[in-house]
């Protein structure tokens, strides 16, 4: 008897201990399915584009398939949310452990942790066992066993069915059915769960209500919107960072008109976002900012903006692929101007063959371009070499895409060129700051201004009708955005395109927003847009 007693007891503790894994692995799954779904730019593709496995193949094209990743993002948030609570609650046990297996097998076979197989970004060290094969395996037991019936709402649910089946039997009676009559109360048999039993399988909500508790305090009560703002805590310095949130906003940025288009007096500049920075001796820089820009963190930024009411980013068609999953992806519309550079960056600065540059050019109007303009530098090496076919048939291939076509330029002696040789664009791009910062006092060029003569620029572009957005404002980084604003818009730019980490988004626009409705703002030059 006591041998017996004993296996009885071993059992049941066995039970307990499948129970208890069961409502962790629950937690898990129910963790990871909240924090995407409250993550609007949370995406699979950056996982499946890792795969390097036998069925790369598939995984990479379903990464690359927007409606399909689609469909794949919507089951991993919602299915992943619905094994978790099922799992929690031991609510269709079985159906919810073995989804539960398949989901973690095909993670499994994505990027599976064989040497030399394993992706960056996956955390720890392993040789073919890894997490995700130790949950599909503790899955496959809770699923071969009523844990559900043990302690869950299952036994609930099939005590619940059990007495619709007992009181069909006993409508189907046939001297029921003779009589016409209904059955009373006595007739049915009562549920075999008592109220104690209820309670005993109702014990995991109060563990699903700390978990509740647990993943709010996590969030700290904050919506989504400011989670994507920012991070609260940065890193190992434990220092909060002190950025305005998208409650604090002031307004709603204006807008202007080119040729047929709408577009925000305040530009998002595409530099940041593809990794190059101009930053004097400071060689890590671009590789700082490349590595803070992941993808998530592009479509993040551009959902931010689109919230404080930029509508326009100004970038090269190298990002412009993004642009397009970010619009494929529905998480927003923001327009795109192209530089359209036509130079190439080497050791001695060149143009590019001319064929190149034009297909360089259609490339962006292709993907999506709302407007393009000859880039400054480019601008400036063509008019100073005096090769204005090209030029010509450069804005024509942009005229012929019926967008907006712009010249940019770092010197002013190129937008005169431009004007001197008939050139009549819908918009220009020129530099200007003034130079009251410490490096712009060095007796020779180190990357360190891009608007040499603020008056004479200020001056010549008095006399232009076209619209013009005034970059290289801040000098990179050289002058606070109220100072730089203020002096593009008072000196005669009617935008200002202005390179934004998500976390500065706020307070800039609310800058822009400042300086714009300001009764006081000193302008003389009309506003063109």
């Given amino acids: 008897m006591k041998a017996k007693g004993l296996s009885i ?35 699979a593709a950056g996982y499946l584009e890792q795969s390097n496995w036998i069925f790369a193949g598939f995984f ?8 399909v990743l689609a469909v ?16 929690f609650l031991g609510l269709f046990t079985r159906i919810s452990a073995f989804s539960g297996v398949a989901m973690l097998l095909l993670y499994y076979l994505a990027i599976p ?84 039993e209820i ?6 909500l109060p563990v699903l209500g700390l978990f509740g508790l647990a993943y709010l305090k996590r969030k700290k009560w904050e919506s989504a919107e400011e989670q994507n703002l920012v991070d609260i805590v940065s890193g190992a310095s434990i220092v909060k960072m002190d950025f305005p949130g998208l409650d ?121 371009a709302s ?18 076919k090209n030029v010509e048939k450069a804005m024509q291939i942009i005229r012929d895409a019926k967008i907006p076509a712009g010249i940019g330029a770092h010197h002013i002696e190129t937008i005169k060129k431009a004007v001197e040789n008939g ?16 490096s712009a006092k060095a007796e020779t060029w180190h990357d360190n201004m891009y608007d040499f003569t603020p008056p004479e620029t200020i001056s010549y572009m008095k006399t232009l009708e076209q619209p013009w957005i005034a970059f290289k404002v801040m000098a990179a980084g050289s002058i606070l955005p109220e100072d730089a604003f203020r002096y593009a818009w008072e000196n005669g730019a009617d935008f200002v395109c202005a390179g934004m980490y998500d976390f500065q988004m706020v307070a800039d626009v609310n800058i822009a927003l400042d300086i714009l409705n300001d009764p006081d703002l000193q302008r003389e030059r009309p506003w063109r847009a």
Wanted: glycine share 8%.
């Fill in 248 to 368: 604090e906003l002031k307004g709603k940025l204006p807008y202007g008109k080119i040729k047929d288009t709408q577009f925000s007096k305040l530009i998002l500049g595409g530099n940041l976002l593809n990794g190059y920075a101009h930053s004097r001796d400071l060689i890590y820089v671009s590789h700082l900012i490349r590595a803070y820009h992941t993808k998530e963190r592009i479509f993040k930024t551009l959902m931010l903006a689109e919230k404080c009411g930029i509508n326009l980013l100004i970038t090269d068609p190298v990002i412009a692929q993004l642009i397009n999953e970010y619009w494929d992806r529905r998480y927003g519309k923001i327009q795109f101007a192209s530089d359209c550079v036509g130079l190439v960056y080497s050791d001695t600065v060149k143009a590019k063959p001319p064929q190149d540059w034009f297909d360089y050019i259609k490339m962006a109007i292709d993907k999506g």
């Fill in 199 to 204: 309670l005993k399988h109702l014990a995991t």
């Fill in 72 to 87: 794949v993002d919507f089951i991993n948030i919602w299915g992943q949310i619905l094994i978790g609570l099922g799992l």
């Fill in 113 to 196: 942790p064989f040497i030399g197989s394993m992706a960056s970004g996956v955390e720890g060290n392993y040789m073919i066992i890894d997490k995700n094969l130790i949950e599909a395996v503790t899955l496959i037991i809770i699923g071969l066993l009523p844990t559900g019936l043990f302690l869950g709402l299952d036994k609930i649910f099939q005590d619940i069915i059990f007495r619709k089946r007992q009181a069909r039997k006993i409508l189907s009676h046939d001297e029921l059915a003779e009589q016409k009559t209904e059955p009373v109360a006595e007739d049915i048999p009562a549920t075999p769960t008592s109220r104690r």
């Fill in 9 to 43: 007891n071993i059992s049941v503790i066995g039970m307990y201990i499948l129970v208890v894994l069961r409502i962790i692995i629950g937690w898990h799954f129910l963790y990871e399915g909240l924090v995407k779904v409250t993550n609007p730019v949370w995406s």
């Fill in 60 to 67: 990479h094209w379903i990464a690359a398939s927007p409606g």
């Fill in 423 to 438: 050139f009549v664009p819908d918009f220009w791009m020129k530099t200007l700051h003034h130079h009251d910062y410490w």
């Fill in 371 to 388: 407007a393009c303009y000859i880039q400054g530098e480019t601008a400036d090496y063509y008019f100073g070499q005096g090769d204005l």
